[in-house]
């Protein structure tokens, strides 16, 4: 069986590239940045679905039904798939009663499936179509600023790029130019609302600098525009957040609800974290303002692909770079690059065998 290359080494890459080894295909992945795992290493390692098909599809509903029913049934399954890898579970539990998931180490995870992946090759750009089969994973293109530009913001120069670098766009490149077709809802991202510059942020801070109290707040953007928060997940508000001037506004909270708690944080401590990175916290009237910036993590609009992750000949996709997945609202990235990675491989190997 001729090799099938897979582009990118993150959570879709390496999930498709173990599927298929483990289908006794030869594999090699290649990889654009200095090292494996992608945004996946930097994220929470929460890989979730929602308990219920029906809340699925009420929180994003337009997204497409097939590719949404084959991640809600199979991503179980795709979990203890990880486990029996040697991927160390640290939680059972998302925290959301609406959920059901578990949360990984991302560096087991990363590890686990680098061993399960096999040939990695680091610093190594996919920037043509091979000859043979491929899987495009290369993340979407959050890091893509000009990508960005043309179809979330104009304000793209000012997001913070809360992913990895090397995501810019270059599998949804590929896909179209292999004769594949981009989904609606291009302009839809998965984000966090971040301490605004000069704050300093980390990659290791992603995480741990999220202002996730919008709800709590008065939400004001760069031009004095109110916004309510409309969502649990707080995606709305990045979204909207992003389009501002600057991609930037504030956060106006009474003092009063500084000890509410959203997580395992409370607002209090959300903005001492924002202040200490360096962001710009006023204190009048028993408010406390903090100025946030949009920070992009995942896109969710890219190239439509059918439930086995084929989006042209021989050519297949999974991860950020399928688009339709969690649109019009939000699910587990994680998840989706999981079960359709898998898939992706699967597809790939039986269009080598039949074309
Ligand atoms: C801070 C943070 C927290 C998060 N928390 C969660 C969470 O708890 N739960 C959840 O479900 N999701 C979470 N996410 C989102 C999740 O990490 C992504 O949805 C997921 O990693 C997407 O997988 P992917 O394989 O598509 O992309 P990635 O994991 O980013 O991998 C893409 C890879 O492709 C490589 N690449 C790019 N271009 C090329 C090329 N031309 N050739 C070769 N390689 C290329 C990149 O370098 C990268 O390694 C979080 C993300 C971040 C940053």
């Not at 969690?326 to 699910?331: D, E, K, L, R, W």
Request: with cysteine; proline share 4%; hydrophobic share 45%.
């Amino acid at each position: 069986m001729p090799a099938l290359i897979v582009a990118g080494a993150g959570m879709a890459g390496l999930c498709a590239a173990a599927q298929a080894r483990a289908h006794g295909a030869e594999v090699v992945v290649l990889e654009k940045g200095d090292r494996a795992g992608g945004s996946m290493l930097w994220s929470s390692g929460v890989i979730w679905r929602h308990r219920r098909w029906e809340d699925f599809r009420r929180e994003c509903p337009a997204g497409d039904p097939v590719l949404q029913r084959a991640l809600w049934e199979e991503l179980d399954e795709g979990l203890d798939w990880l486990e029996s890898m040697g991927a160390r579970v640290t939680e059972r539990a998302t925290g959301n009663p609406l959920t059901l998931g578990r949360r990984f180490d991302p560096r087991s995870l990363t590890d686990a499936l680098v061993r399960a992946a096999g040939d990695v090759r680091l610093k190594t750009t996919l920037t043509e179509l091979p000859v043979g089969a491929v899987v495009l994973a290369t993340g979407g293109f959050a890091a893509g600023r000009d990508l960005v530009r043309e179809h979330v913001t104009p304000w793209a120069d000012d997001l913070v790029v809360r992913a990895n670098p090397w995501s810019t766009g270059d599998g949804l490149r590929l896909g179209l130019h292999a004769g594949g077709q981009l989904t609606g809802h291009m302009h839809e991202f998965y984000g966090r609302a971040l301490p605004a510059p000069p704050a300093r942020i980390e990659p290791g801070e992603f995480v741990g600098l999220a202002q996730l109290y919008a709800h709590h707040a008065e939400v004001v953007g760069a031009r004095g525009e109110r916004y309510e928060a409309a969502t649990w997940s707080e995606i709305d508000v990045v979204q909207w957040l992003a389009r501002q001037p600057y991609a930037r506004g504030t956060f106006r909270v009474r003092e009063h609800a500084l000890s509410q708690r959203v997580r395992n944080l409370s607002v209090g401590e959300m903005i001492e974290r924002a202040e200490q990175a360096g962001a710009v916290v006023g204190r009048e009237n028993a408010t406390v303002a903090v100025e946030v910036v949009a920070g992009i993590t995942t896109t969710l609009g890219g190239l439509h692909s059918d439930a086995n992750g084929r989006v042209a000949a021989g050519v297949y996709a999974a991860g950020a770079d399928v688009g339709g997945v969690a649109n019009g609202g939000y699910a587990s990235g994680l998840a989706a690059a999981l079960v359709f990675g898998r898939r992706a491989a699967i597809g790939a190997i039986s269009d080598q065998v039949d074309p």
